[in-house]
């Protein structure tokens, strides 16, 4: 066991931005409502997986909708408690820990809040390893825990469980209740047993988060470059440095679709290309696949190490682009099916990340 | 003219932009008026249609923290919104210089009108009774403002039935979506109320006896002008006008509309871009004094002087705004120290320059669910519209007011699709 408190909130809160691969949300508001709640109410124990008896009843506690809303409409910092009490009337039993259901961006930051609020430990890791856009997308689908009886709550005190046939159907119901709820709502969702986290969670990724951020800060505190720092960290592959010179948006079906083309810089040749919906998802070098969803593409800021957003991509950022290998349980078939680049709609197949 | 901290320029400027004549000279610390009398008396006599005025002491007040007024704050969120309160995350001296009360009440508008929560008109009256005697301004902050502004105006209307007149920011005619930093940047307005007060009745005395004919007006952050009643009204959106009327100077000199510029001044370079003829702003959010305050600022890479030429080329090509290679035009007081790159001539007082050619401005945003694609027209038309009113407040001529730039971005992670509109209008300062 160990604690999150409020010197923690930095360090954590960029690394789950670089987790994010451009997407999730910035942890920004999040970090807010985390340092307010552990302020009032003290700071968070965190257990390893091996640390959590086998009976014990863990939610998965996060935000749903337009991080551009959220921005605006900030939490009361009560939605999240109030849907965990929502969740816990449906299943008559009430919650003994609290984890992330996704690292990247600022559904890391708000299971802080809620479990600082609930006065509830934390579990230390999450559901995806990284950050998706869809509540089906998670590790616990692919062992057949349901996502469903799903709690949202609103700003406004609205309260709604959403039952359904599958987990795929319950992120089209949440969606569509989520716009009716003003954009921006709190989940209580894919309720899981102690003895399945070991299946259901990517491991220690809030301790893998902090240590990110912090291997990030101190790198640039002393003049070190950052990128290796996040790389030593994360393990993964450097896939090119360039410069931005290009960005096209374009919005299909209701999701923002771009693409973003870089040419190099600093000892780099040829080009890069990268596609992207709400996050980084597949990346061409000199017309080749390099690396594709559910490995993790992150976009850093070359000189500081900071992550760069799919909505911030623009024209003469001088950025990095790394690939991180993902969690092994997403590149099975069953993991490809739920999160691969067709489901994306991508004409292509995952293809592992060049040796480092 | 240009009121910098060191010199105040001066610039005669005939109707279609020719540069007739210039003047510098040194500035009067705290009085920017004097400046501004002593450099239009270096002008040749002549009858002058209008004069631009840029000033720079808004941000310095703020990070000087001097001449500020003491705030209440209203935010009208209800319980969305409460966890982060008023002021919170601000630097220790500056909340200390501004804090004067501060409540939460119920109401706020959302996405569309049905969103809509009603405004608490009693816990307004009992924040104007608790402010009472203490505030000598008031920021009213309201949920979705940008989208909704009613209830803002509703709320001004109960404070100063209670307080009488006192000066009151709208955060909707301050920002945008962003409620921490739009509520920052309406405080820091309602701040320096006092300030601009001053400035305006100042320079408005002072030129009514110098060229009565002349319509005043002065610069914004965005590269546009206002009118000195709307500067009154909104100080805050004369935070960053310096850079803004260098960078608009540098284009009319050259004739271009997209270049990178930089301004040579004393101790820095400041180097910043120039995008279909106004200053890109900055990515990620402008601060100022230690405030996040998300108003569109001219986004600046400084570098200091004595200079690196391997680092100024360096912020020049960061600064590139979109792909080819855009010329550099160099300006300021010490352009002389930078070889290459354009050196327009009267340079050295492209603030004042640019003060004088920039159109009046206004701009306007909303956020749209559209069935389809072809909505997406008739939607726009309606935000330009609103930008082009907002442009007619700020003192435009209602004649020839133009839209110069509209987008429109979808929303992340929501179906919709969810679009994001905003309108940017000018025109010509309306003549007296």
Same mark, same amino acid.
């Given at each position: 066991m160990r604690e999150i408190g409020i010197d923690q909130l930095d360090d954590l809160a960029r690394g789950a931005g670089i987790l994010g691969t451009g997407g999730g949300g910035d942890p920004y508001v999040g970090k807010l409502l985390a340092r307010e709640a552990i302020r009032r109410h003290g700071p968070v124990p965190v257990y390893d997986i091996g640390e959590v008896p086998p009976d014990a009843t863990i939610v998965p506690v996060s935000g749903m909708g337009a991080p551009t809303v959220l921005l605006e409409k900030?939490?009361?910092?009560?939605e999240e408690l109030t849907a965990l009490r929502a969740l816990e009337a449906v299943l008559g039993r009430r919650a003994t820990h609290i984890v992330p259901i996704e690292i990247g961006g600022v559904n890391s930051m708000i299971p802080i809040a809620a479990a600082a609020q609930a006065g509830l430990p934390l579990v230390d890791g999450d559901a995806m390893g990284r950050a998706f856009p869809e509540a089906q997308m998670v590790l616990p689908t692919l062992i057949g825990v349901r996502n469903t009886p799903m709690a949202l709550a609103d700003d406004k005190g609205n309260t709604l469980v959403v039952n359904a046939v599958s987990n795929h159907w319950a992120e089209r119901l949440a969606r569509a209740a989520c716009v009716q709820m003003g954009c921006q709502v709190s989940c209580a969702d894919t309720v899981l047993r102690g003895d399945q986290l070991r299946d259901g969670l990517v491991p220690a990724t809030l301790t893998l988060a902090e240590d990110l951020g912090r291997a990030v800060r101190l790198a640039r505190a002393g003049h070190a470059d950052p990128v290796a720092a996040a790389l030593g960290v994360l393990g993964g592959v450097r896939l090119f440095t360039g410069k931005v010179v290009d960005v096209e948006r374009r919005t299909t079906g209701g999701f923002a679709r771009g693409r973003a083309r870089l040419s190099a810089v600093r000892g780099e040749t040829g080009t890069l290309e990268l596609d992207f919906q709400n996050e980084h998802l597949l990346a061409r070098r000199d017309g080749e696949i390099v690396a594709t969803t559910p490995d993790l593409i992150c976009v850093l800021d070359t000189d500081s190490g900071e992550p760069v957003t799919t909505e911030s991509m623009r024209y003469g950022l001088r950025v990095t682009v790394i690939g991180v290998p993902c969690d092994p349980r997403w590149t099975t078939p069953e993991g490809l099916a739920l999160a691969g680049p067709r489901y994306f709609g991508y004409d292509c197949d995952h293809r592992p990340l060049p040796a480092a | 003219m240009d009121v910098g901290p060191t010199n105040t320029d001066a610039a005669l400027v005939? +109707? *279609? $932009? +020719?540069?007739?004549a210039t003047a510098k000279v040194p500035s009067a610390p705290e009085d920017p008026v004097a400046g501004v009398r002593a450099a239009l008396g270096r002008l040749p006599r002549h009858e002058l249609d209008g004069v631009a005025v840029g000033l720079r002491g808004a941000a310095t007040a703020v990070t000087r923290r001097a001449g500020l007024r003491r705030v209440a704050v209203l935010r009208i969120c209800g319980r969305s919104a409460s966890a982060v309160r008023p002021? #919170? $995350?601000?630097p220790a001296d500056l909340r200390a210089a501004v804090e004067a009360g501060a409540a939460i009440v119920d109401g706020g508008g959302g996405l569309g009108p049905e969103d809509r929560v009603p405004l608490d008109r009693e816990a307004v009256r009992r924040f104007a009774g608790a402010v009472a005697g203490r505030a000598e301004a008031v920021a009213v902050v309201g949920l979705f403002a940008p989208l909704d502004g009613e209830q803002e105006r509703e709320a001004a209307a109960i404070v100063r039935a209670e307080l009488g007149e006192i000066p009151i920011s709208l955060s909707a005619d301050l920002g945008t979506i962003g409620l921490l930093e739009r509520e920052n940047a309406t405080v820091l307005d309602a701040a320096l109320s006092g300030f601009a007060a001053a400035v305006a009745d100042g320079l408005a005395a002072a030129l009514a006896e110098l060229c009565p004919a002349a319509a005043v007006f002065v610069t914004r952050g965005d590269g546009t002008l206002m009118s000195l009643a709307y500067l009154a009204r909104h100080p805050g959106l004369s935070l960053g006008s310096g850079p803004a009327s260098v960078l608009r100077g540098a284009g009319a000199l050259t004739g271009l509309a997209d270049a990178v510029v930089a301004d040579v001044g004393a101790r820095r370079i400041r180097v910043g871009a120039l995008a279909g003829g106004f200053p890109e702003v900055a990515v990620g959010g402008a601060e100022i004094g230690g405030v996040p305050? =998300?108003? =569109?600022l001219p986004g600046l890479i400084r570098v200091p002087r004595p200079f690196d030429p391997a680092e100024l080329a360096e912020a020049v090509d960061r600064l590139q705004p979109a792909a080819g290679r855009l010329p550099l035009v160099v300006v300021g007081g010490g352009a002389d120290a930078v070889p290459g790159g354009l050196h327009p001539e009267h340079g050295r007082t492209a603030g004042a320059i640019g003060a004088a050619v920039s159109p009046v401005g206004g701009q306007y945003e909303r956020i749209v669910r559209l069935p *389809? +694609? #072809?909505?997406?027209p008739a939607a726009t038309e309606a935000v330009a519209e609103e930008a082009r009113a907002a442009a007619v407040r700020a003192g435009a001529d209602p004649r020839h007011v133009e839209i110069i730039e509209v987008t429109d971005t979808p929303l992340a992670y929501l179906p919709g699709p969810f679009v994001r509109l905003r309108a940017r209008a000018a025109g010509p300062p309306s003549p007296l």
């Open positions: 900030l939490p009361a910092g009560t | 005939t +109707r *279609d $932009g +020719r540069v007739v002021l #919170s $995350g601000w305050i =998300g108003v =569109g *389809d +694609r #072809s909505a997406l």
